[in-house]
């Protein structure tokens, strides 16, 4: 079992629409936890971080459920400019380095 | 924000050659910066955590005499594929965090390396 997962996609989906996105992790001593968008052929750069009582960063709102291991983001009112691959992200406590997802790929269309 | 400058962007180079990618810090030490490889449609894989003063810890599965780490400054980390094959072919990425701010890893732009 991989130990970041996500839905790889593609979504697609109408611009102005909302699209929410899930990830799952395995490693129970798992700590910090983000979002990540990578364009094609880019670096990742953070979206932003998930807090135990869930962050909102404009159109973005992402939400962490320690319990059942789940972490979501929901872009509400989606632009051209989101399309991108979405990468779920873990850090394990007294570990530095990040456990990515596979990604999931969304493509807004106009 | 913390700055991560890699170099060069991308490669082509002759099968059994080998290749330097250089990572460095820009505003920032880092004492620790980490090495990705990515290949098309799949997510970043760690290959290797470089330290600095010290010997790379390599992620299982990842030859160290084949990708060799050297972490000689507190800002620059070099990552060098050698004898370099087709399969190497990939997307190289580096990150470090700025460890007195504790802020977010910030990755370098990537190198694209192909092996031909």
């Known amino acids: 079992r991989k130990e970041v997962e996500q839905d790889p996609g593609p979504f697609n989906v109408p611009e102005g629409a909302t699209v929410a996105f899930n990830c799952t992790y395995s490693?129970?001593?798992?700590?910090?936890f983000f979002w990540y968008r990578q364009d094609c052929r880019k670096e990742p750069k953070l979206l932003m971080s998930?807090?135990?009582s869930g962050n909102e960063d404009g159109r973005f709102t992402a939400q962490l459920n320690r319990a059942s291991q789940y972490i979501s983001l929901l872009i509400r009112d989606s632009k051209l400019s989101d399309s991108a691959t979405y990468l779920c992200?873990?850090?394990?406590?007294?570990?530095?380095?990040?456990?990515f997802g596979q990604g999931t790929r969304l493509t807004i269309n106009p | 924000g913390a700055v991560v400058s890699q170099h060069p962007s991308w490669v082509i180079c002759k099968s059994g050659t080998s290749v330097k990618i250089e990572c460095r810090s820009l505003?920032?030490?880092?004492?620790?910066m980490f090495w990705y490889r990515q290949f098309p449609k799949q997510s970043l894989m760690l290959m290797a955590t470089?330290?600095?003063?010290?010997?790379?810890?390599?992620e299982q599965g990842v030859e160290k005499d084949k990708f060799l780490i050297n972490h000689a400054s507190l800002t620059l980390s070099t990552l060098t594929v050698t004898s370099a094959h087709p399969e190497d072919s990939s997307f190289y990425i580096c990150?470090?965090?700025?460890?007195?701010?504790?802020?977010?890893?910030?990755f370098g732009s990537g190198t694209r390396l192909t092996v031909v």
């Open positions: 990150s470090a965090r700025d460890e007195v701010t504790q802020g977010g890893y910030t």
């Open positions: 490693n129970s001593a798992s700590q910090s």
């Open positions: 998930v807090y135990s």
């Open positions: 992200v873990v850090n394990t406590r007294g570990a530095q380095k990040l456990v």
């Open positions: 505003d920032f030490q880092a004492t620790t």
């Open positions: 470089s330290n600095e003063g010290s010997k790379a810890t390599y």
